[in-house]
């Protein structure tokens, strides 16, 4: 049987540098993101990761998907570091990512799309441009 | 400045050049090789790989090119007709005319053929070279059967060639055992059971008086008036030295043969040397490589330096593997009952023959005969060189052990030891590669010193001496676990338990370095986990993402759901439970290979209502998820089984929830079964209890899955108290020892000791932890609770399944199809 389009359109995930944010959009409270992992959130159709970097004290935002395999997942990643470098493992196959950069730490396979993430009065911000 | 020519470019001339030029330059010495063949040097030991790969430039000892940047000038094709001792030159067919200072004769042999009617016909070949085979090759597309003569090592090689070409092969011996100069009536015996299995058809004791046929081979015609119809014939008789430009310049030459030659190598001509098939030392031709090299090296020795060492024969020891059937003679093989005792064991089921020969006194190993296992030649071949003591029973060398105390083979080799017999390199050579240049793997072992790179036979040596050396440079090669904790896993798991450390990011601050990553995090979970068996979703972020969410990950981004159902047996009413909650989820259902009920398709944020249900059902998780006891299967044992010795499925229940939810550095799986007809195939698993007449009998270390390995039995005819007892500790030593991810049988492959080993800390208590490893055990099965359990009836833990922190919603992208009336996920992108 085929199934091969059961899924044929994905959101298009475009990394948000600080100084192009239109709009910050009001995710959450810091206490629904678990210590030093990642919650999902849905902002106009777009599934983006949120981690709690409890450990180094910062916050970063990626797409939640993995440009891999293609699965909404990098939220449930583990979180961790690549000598200084903060990272990102997919649970599916452990690919990882730069959560500074977006970028593929295992080969050259697609890079993530990254957003800015603000803290302010325990309400966490994720910047976009529309 | 010298002038080196040397006749003949095989592999020893090969190897006098490459020898030469590690220690002179070509201002110091010039050489000038002349080749009669096309093709520079190439490996005739592996001649006949080039049936089946067909590249002649995979068997050259280095390209054209090697010659060049060496500076040594190879000329082939060529032909030396004659040499001039008085003007000290050579002539050439082309009339060419070279002096020298020195003359090295690597001239060989060829091949010996027998002075039977009728081989001068065409169809009929020798076995040497490549332009033999190609013409082999050739004919044989016309050709439908073969045969041999000559049943030696050479022959049997040439057997496998023709074989392999799809010929109907025949080997025709004269003597009345193949391969005589290596092996004995009993060897033979075998080796010619195991050949006529592969298809070879041999002929032993064996005259040959004619070969007939109009213009090419048709028949052979035996001495007792037997024929055998073939369309071709290879002979390989034997070798002839090639020793006629020594014998027309008036070197001294062996009545059957070979240039004579004193320990130095050099004939009646102190400027001529004779090196390799066509040196006759001793009275003795040397048709194997190793000498040969052994004799470039002598006569490069006495070019560059002084002392000057001597070539002091040569041990025959031989292994090789024929058509897939290892044979191996080393030391005193034959000449036997006048000397010693021999041992033998003979297994003709497995294609086994082993014999050793022992001293009189039983104190040295003279030689013997391996075939069809020769695994322990090296050890053997070493301890017959070097005249080790022999183990109190020496049967146990061919045996193995049986419960008697190891070898320390490596260790009792003496330092001058010829470990590689290819390169001569001993012992010591390899020990000071490791000590003095710094080598600490193979490769780089090799690359240093050369041992293991001829025929490869003592890399498992070499690899041995290297890690004992390490070892006693204090330089264990420690698998730590990533960058983040310079510590294996077992050093870790102590660390934890003595300083009873909690949490992962205290072990972090105080252990390690930088902030985790996705090795280290399941590794300490995994630890913590054994150690202190608190929830698992205490600490959800360093879990493994099928442990986080207390459910399998499949495609797409949904979870499956497996029951625990010990021993597989369960009610009809639990049966409907599960089919009523498949229904109302919409859950793809399969019974699995572990006698349980997977459930498909179960999104995130349905799972703690999913698992409710079942809870209340009286379910608990199966830990399908978890690096942890998957499931102990079961066959139907006493209870209903006209087989059955006792009841496996109560057992098989006991054990299985005796060690639920235990995590562990793999996952686990156990078998009971009741009889020894197996049905629960306890053998495939990491532990197996099979009933007897007596009791049970406990396997460990089995595998399933990508490399399969049989269970092995640790203990045999025990109670049930008994096996648990042992189980326990079993379980627990291995959780504490293992590196992480490691299953049961990759862990005890690694295991120093081995079953051994094994048996001794388990069964014997030989470490006395016996009490604390079963007291850990009981500590983990006492603090056991349902983790499904836990989530339901805890609102806050929830709250962690759910898809999107800021909104209710299902993931939207999640897709699934349908096939066989039931769903099933996208498919991979």
């Given at each position: 049987m085929e199934n091969n389009n059961l899924i044929d359109t994905y959101p298009q995930y475009e990394t948000v540098h600080p100084e192009d944010v239109k709009v910050w959009f009001r995710a959450a409270h810091v206490d629904d993101f678990p210590k030093n992992g990642g919650g999902c959130i849905l902002y106009k159709g777009l599934q983006v990761a949120v981690f709690n970097f409890t450990r180094r004290n910062e916050w970063f935002a990626t797409q939640n998907l993995c440009p891999h395999k293609k699965q909404m997942i990098l939220s449930r990643g583990m979180i961790g570091t690549e000598g200084d470098e903060p990272k990102v493992a997919c649970p599916y196959h452990k690919k990882t990512f730069s959560l500074q950069s977006g970028e593929n730490l295992n080969d050259s396979l697609c890079q993530l799309a990254t957003y800015p993430v603000k803290v302010e009065n325990d309400t966490v911000y994720v910047g976009f441009k529309f | 400045m010298k002038k080196v020519v040397i006749i003949g470019n095989g592999m020893v001339g090969y190897k006098f050049c490459e020898k030469l030029r590690t220690v002179a330059t070509a201002e110091q010495i010039q050489v000038v090789v002349y080749g009669e063949e096309v093709l520079p040097a190439y490996d005739r030991v592996h001649l006949c790989e080039y049936f089946t790969n067909g590249s002649a430039d995979d068997l050259l000892m280095a390209p054209t090119s090697w010659y060049a940047e060496n500076q040594i000038e190879l000329i082939t094709g060529e032909l030396v007709t004659s040499i001039n001792r008085e003007e000290k030159t050579i002539s050439t067919h082309k009339n060419n005319v070279e002096n020298y200072d020195y003359l090295i004769l690597a001239t060989g042999s060829r091949p010996l053929v027998p002075p039977i009617e009728g081989v001068d016909r065409n169809g009929v070949f020798v076995y040497r070279t490549i332009e033999d085979l190609d013409n082999i090759i050739d004919y044989a597309k016309n050709a439908t059967s073969a045969a041999v003569l000559g049943g030696g090592l050479l022959g049997l090689e040439a057997a496998k060639a023709l074989i392999d070409l799809e010929l109907d092969t025949h080997v025709i011996e004269f003597s009345d055992r193949l391969m005589p100069r290596q092996l004995d009536e009993a060897g033979s015996d075998l080796l010619k059971y195991s050949l006529e299995q592969l298809g070879l058809k041999i002929h032993l004791g064996i005259n040959t008086r004619s070969i007939q046929g109009n213009g090419k081979p048709e028949s052979f015609l035996f001495q007792d008036g037997e024929q055998l119809k073939a369309d071709m014939l290879v002979i390989s008789c034997g070798i002839v030295p090639r020793d006629e430009l020594a014998r027309e310049c008036g070197l001294e030459v062996g009545t059957r043969g070979g240039v004579v030659v004193n320990d130095l190598m050099q004939t009646n001509d102190a400027h001529i040397f004779a090196i390799g098939e066509v040196a006759l030392h001793n009275g003795m031709i040397y048709g194997l490589v190793a000498p040969g090299y052994e004799m470039a090296d002598v006569v490069v020795n006495q070019l560059t330096s002084t002392p000057e060492k001597l070539f002091a024969g040569f041990d025959m020891s031989t292994k090789l593997k024929l058509i897939g059937i290892e044979v191996a003679s080393f030391g005193n093989a034959l000449d036997l009952e006048k000397i010693g005792t021999p041992i033998t064991y003979k297994n003709l089921k497995q294609g086994i023959y082993k014999r050793i020969n022992i001293s009189k006194d039983g104190s040295q190993l003279l030689g013997g005969i391996l075939v069809g296992d020769s695994k322990d030649y090296n050890m053997l071949m070493q301890m017959s060189q070097n005249g080790m003591a022999l183990p109190p029973n020496a049967e146990d060398l061919i045996l193995g052990a049986r419960g008697g105390e190891g070898m320390d083979m490596v260790g009792s080799l003496p330092d001058d030891a010829q470990v590689c017999s290819c390169e001569n390199v001993t012992k010591a050579d390899i020990v000071t590669s490791v000590k003095e240049k710094g080598c600490e793997d193979l490769a780089s072992v090799k690359g240093c010193c050369k041992a293991g790179t001829g025929c490869g036979a003592c890399t498992p040596m070499v690899n041995d001496i290297l890690q004992q050396t390490l070892l006693s440079l204090g330089k264990r090669v420690r698998n730590v676990i990533c960058e983040h904790f310079d510590y294996t896993r077992q050093e870790l798991f102590d660390l934890v338990k003595i300083k009873n450390i909690k949490s992962y990011d205290e072990l972090l601050d105080q252990f390690g370095a930088g902030d985790g990553c996705e090795i280290c995090k399941p590794a300490v979970a995994s630890i913590m986990a054994s150690i202190f068996n608190e929830l698992i979703v205490k600490q959800d972020t360093i879990q493994d993402t099928n442990d986080r969410y207390l459910a399998n990950i499949q495609k797409g981004g949904s979870y499956s759901v497996v029951p625990r159902i010990p021993g597989g047996e369960i009610t009809p009413e639990k049966l409907i439970v599960i089919g009523q909650v498949a229904q109302k989820y919409g859950l793809y259902t399969k019974i699995t290979g572990g006698q349980r009920i997977d459930l498909f398709g179960?999104?995130?944020?349905?799972?703690?209502?999913?698992?409710?249900?079942?809870?209340?059902?009286?379910?608990?998780?199966?830990?399908?998820?978890?690096?942890?006891?998957?499931?102990?299967?079961?066959?139907?044992?006493?209870?209903?089984?006209?087989?059955?010795?006792?009841?496996?499925?109560?057992?098989?229940?006991?054990?299985?929830?005796?060690?639920?939810?235990?995590?562990?550095?793999?996952?686990?799986?156990?078998?009971?079964?009741?009889?020894?007809?197996?049905?629960?195939?306890?053998?495939?698993?990491?532990?197996?209890?099979?009933?007897?007449?007596?009791?049970?009998?406990?396997?460990?270390?089995?595998?399933?899955?990508?490399?399969?390995?049989?269970?092995?039995?640790?203990?045999?005819?025990?109670?049930?108290?008994?096996?648990?007892?042992?189980?326990?500790?079993?379980?627990?030593?291995?959780?504490?020892?293992?590196?992480?991810?490691?299953?049961?049988?990759?862990?005890?492959?690694?295991?120093?000791?081995?079953?051994?080993?094994?048996?001794?800390?388990?069964?014997?208590?030989?470490?006395?932890?016996?009490?604390?490893?079963?007291?850990?055990?009981?500590?983990?099965?006492?603090?056991?609770?349902?983790?499904?359990?836990?989530?339901?009836?805890?609102?806050?833990l929830q709250a962690k399944f759910r898809h999107f922190v800021n909104s209710e919603e299902h993931d939207p992208q999640q897709a699934f199809g349908d096939m066989r009336g039931q769903k099933l996920p996208a498919n991979w992108a």
């Open positions: - | 179960a999104r995130l944020n349905d799972l703690p209502k999913i698992w409710g249900e079942l809870v209340k059902a009286g379910f608990e998780s199966g830990h399908a998820y978890g690096k942890s006891l998957r499931t102990v299967k079961s066959c139907v044992g006493s209870t209903w089984c006209r087989y059955g010795l006792h009841d496996s499925v109560s057992f098989a229940i006991e054990v299985e929830e005796r060690y639920r939810g235990l995590r562990s550095p793999h996952k686990l799986k156990g078998g009971v079964s009741g009889c020894r007809r197996e049905c629960a195939e306890a053998q495939s698993k990491d532990f197996g209890i099979i009933a007897t007449e007596k009791g049970w009998n406990l396997y460990v270390c089995g595998n399933g899955g990508a490399n399969p390995q049989h269970a092995q039995l640790l203990a045999g005819d025990i109670d049930k108290k008994t096996c648990v007892k042992y189980l326990d500790r079993f379980l627990m030593f291995y959780i504490r020892t293992a590196e992480p991810l490691n299953r049961t049988a990759t862990w005890l492959n690694k295991l120093d000791g081995g079953l051994e080993y094994l048996y001794d800390v388990v069964v014997n208590d030989c470490l006395g932890i016996g009490d604390e490893l079963e007291k850990e055990m009981q500590g983990v099965i006492d603090t056991y609770s349902c983790e499904w359990k836990e989530v339901v009836d805890n609102e806050h």
